[in-house]
């Protein structure tokens, strides 16, 4: 499944048709390292061949296709394993890592991370601090699957790596215990429906369900009559249904996500809309980012200068910083997410304003000195070259994207920034996606 939550994983790099076309052949390749995306790398006469479900320092067979561009391969058996192999959880087709231990996990988003940015900067980053999880299993407290009508069965599963295939799954081990259930009510709640959808899955109020469903087809009146059921009957706080064609939502009690934000408080997330995978994760990224926010502050002052938040979605960093800020503004240009934010500010009596714009696009105040981002994975290159234009000498970077990462801390750095720390924090154990904090200070004299 797609765990990366904002954006579908991309491919390594776009294969190109070759022009003399050669059959795959099955060739004995070592695996030495994995790459972003989540293939192990060999080489064969100096090219590199990117192959899926390996660890690095194995000995595979695997059937070659050197006409693509680059060369893929497909395992077929793995002669001499990598000490690095484990045993997997379970095969749902969603866990991309889930064969390899959690040491060679953490090992390669760091060196994934740590050559993405030498390369956009030129030179060697500071050493890569690693967060390990909390739970390398059953952590997802929000999750997306996706359901489809095949030959009048449906079906509920994740979508195969690269590609809109469905592989249905009756049970997951990184699903928490609270929305794992989900995966054997769906197809009855689903039942009838024609065409195929996404269903997100998260956490609501009273650590009850709920369900938001984006449907391209028909649904069933079953369907409108069950999740009603489902709601009424308090096993779910909420439900909201989006049809292909249809404007406006039908909503259920209430659907939007409830968190434990990293304050211990709740944190009310807008329905449908994007938050980390777990509740604990998204505590240790909230906590370090108000942290680097703050290094090399004056402990006397207790707050750091104006600070301007962009990306800052329903307010998961916003809560921890606005109390240290001496002004506060975060910019989110869905709606829905901003009333969150503002409503999860004033339910903790904290002053900052929640701007419904463009974060990337947006014009950064002449007096901040402190600005925190959370970009999509296509990063933020607009917003990067304001803050390299403008007057800030701090910025904490979070990303999900280690290549557009790299890319925007290039732009700051050749700007005059020193990039200070780098940090992997495990959000999504047994995939290949990573997030990553990134910290920068101006330089003296480079403004």
Known sequence: MPHGPRATRKPQAQAQPARNKRPPKAEILRIESLAAGGAGVAHVDERAVFVPGTAPGEEIEAEVDRSSRPARGRLLRVIAPSPERVEAACCGGGCDWIHLSVRAQETAHAEIVRAAVAHAIGSEPPAVRVHAAPSP?????????????????????????????????????????????????????????????????????????????????????TTWKIIDQRVADGLWAGARVRLEGVKTPAAFGDPRPVLEGADGAPLLIAAGSFAQSSDRGAAILARRVAQLACEDVDAAKLEIGPTLELFSGSGTLSILLAPIAASFVAVESDEEAARC???????????????VADADAFAIPARTEVVVLDPPRAGAPGATRAIASGRADRVVYVACDPATLARDLGVLVRAGFALTHIETIELFPQTSHVETVARLVRKRGSR
């Open 341 to 355: 934010a503002r409503e999860n500010l004033a339910a903790r009596g904290l002053d900052g304003k929640v701007v």
């Open 137 to 221: 299993l059953a952590y997802r407290t929000r999750a997306r699957l996706f359901a489809r009508n095949e030959r009048g069965r449906l079906r509920v599963g994740y979508r195969a790596a690269g590609s809109h295939a469905l592989v249905p799954v009756s049970s997951c081990a990184v699903l928490a215990p609270s929305i794992a259930p989900a995966l054997g009510d769906l197809p009855e709640v689903l039942a009838g429906a024609k065409g195929e959808g996404d269903v997100q899955l998260g956490v609501g109020a009273g650590g009850r369900l709920v369900v938001e469903i984006a449907w391209r087809g028909e649904l069933p009146a």
